[in-house]
């Protein structure tokens, strides 16, 4: 069990940046660690991922803009924002991913609102 705070939202023009940070309320060593988003009307998509190891994976959408990471020591997981565009607007969540066989677990945080807009 492991609870997700997603931070760093918030309104921003076509162009910007922002930081999300998703700090969790134990060590995030033992997961692979994702970011997620939902924009209204729409499918909760992939945008990253991080795995135990470190190993990134990125939606084609996001490629060479977006970066992921982890800090393993704060228990948090980043996900840097640059060259904003309009269609990334969406709530961004974090998930946690631990699979211990037969069973998975999926944890996730209640989302942060990104908009990006003129």
């Known amino acids: 069990q492991v609870q997700l705070v997603e931070s760093g939202g918030g309104l921003v023009q076509p162009g910007g940046s922002l930081r999300l940070s998703c700090a969790a309320s134990r060590s995030i060593s033992p997961f692979n660690m994702g970011w997620y988003r939902q924009a209204p009307g729409k499918q909760r998509e992939l945008v990253a991922t991080?795995?135990?190891?470190?190993?990134?994976n990125y939606a084609d959408s996001v490629k060479g803009r977006f970066t992921i990471s982890r800090d393993n020591a704060k228990n948090t997981v980043y996900l840097q924002m640059n060259s904003l565009k309009p269609e990334d607007t969406a709530v961004y969540y974090c998930?946690?991913?631990?699979?211990?066989?037969?069973?998975?677990?999926?944890?996730w945080g209640q989302g942060t609102q990104v908009t990006v807009s003129s």
């Open positions: 998930n946690a991913w631990l699979a211990i066989m037969p069973r998975a677990y999926n944890y």
């Open positions: 991080i795995t135990t190891d470190s190993s990134t």
